[in-house]
């Protein structure tokens, strides 16, 4: 049943098309739906993280953190779009329902997953978005996500020596986070906020700090993201239910971890 649910997975085909020597594909497919339900998959992607961790295999020097759009098929847009309505609440009759992680654009309709990744370019913590939302406001929820138990006991460890992020990440909201948090980080100003800071002098703060050299290292989180989307399931999103589909964005991660 684990190896069905895992050929899927991998290969992206329907539930209905699994090959028979995986039993039958409706039962391997409710077990994948309860377990993303109940937090089953979350609890092995947290464990493998502990193991991890006391084997010495997190790169704990450098998280950063990156988000990619993966298209959503058309079958992924059959789950009931409104919730139940709210007195006095507006809303145009297209929208979809935020926490099923779709979003309309004009490539249709997409979805959004959010990552912290750590050196050696495995995820850490994972979220699932509509297409539409922002990467700023998404920093602080990911970050919030990072805990990596340990098995001897004691407070799981939730902060890394350094982040790092591009310039959709750059906030005032954002580096005050990372700084109560004692985080150091290597975030780009982009040129508008670095000109509004200069603009009201003394006030403005100090420049953010940036290390060219550091930031080059940016690039591992986004070789994580091409090797979760060698994964077909998670490249497009064939899953109706957004629980559904973190469930197997977090598949495809415990994978990456039990590769080395």
């Not at 309309?104 to 978005?129: D, F, N, Q, W, Y």
């Amino acid at each position: 049943m684990i190896d069905g649910i895992l050929f899927r997975q991998r290969t992206g085909v329907p539930w209905r098309d699994l090959p028979a020597r995986f039993g039958k594909w409706k039962t391997v497919y409710e077990r994948h739906r309860r377990w993303s339900a109940d937090g089953t998959w979350d609890k092995i992607f947290a464990a493998v993280l502990a193991d991890a961790d006391v084997e010495g295999r997190i790169d704990w020097s450098m998280v950063s953190v990156d988000s990619t759009s993966c298209r959503a098929h058309q079958h992924a847009a059959g789950a009931r779009k409104k919730p139940p309505r709210v007195p006095g609440e507006r809303r145009t009759p297209w929208q979809h329902r935020p926490d099923e992680g779709l979003g309309r654009s004009r490539g249709g309709l997409t979805c959004k997953i959010h990552l912290a990744g750590e050196g050696g370019r495995r995820p850490l913590a994972l979220l699932v978005t509509p297409g539409q939302w922002g990467d700023a406001p998404q920093l602080i929820p990911v970050m919030e996500r990072i805990r990596v138990g340990r098995l001897g006991g004691g407070r799981p460890r939730t902060r890394p020596d350094h982040l790092s992020g591009d310039k959709a990440y750059s906030s005032r909201r954002n580096r005050r986070y990372l700084r109560r948090r004692q985080i150091k980080h290597t975030i780009p100003e982009p040129s508008n906020q670095r000109a509004n800071r200069k603009r009201r002098g003394s006030k403005g703060g100090r420049p953010a700090g940036f290390d060219k050299t550091v930031y080059k290292r940016r690039n591992e989180v986004e070789r994580t993201i091409n090797a979760l989307k060698g994964s077909r399931a998670v490249a497009t999103r064939f899953d109706k239910r957004a629980y559904v589909f973190h469930g197997t964005v977090t598949v495809a991660a415990i994978r990456l971890w039990l590769r080395t």
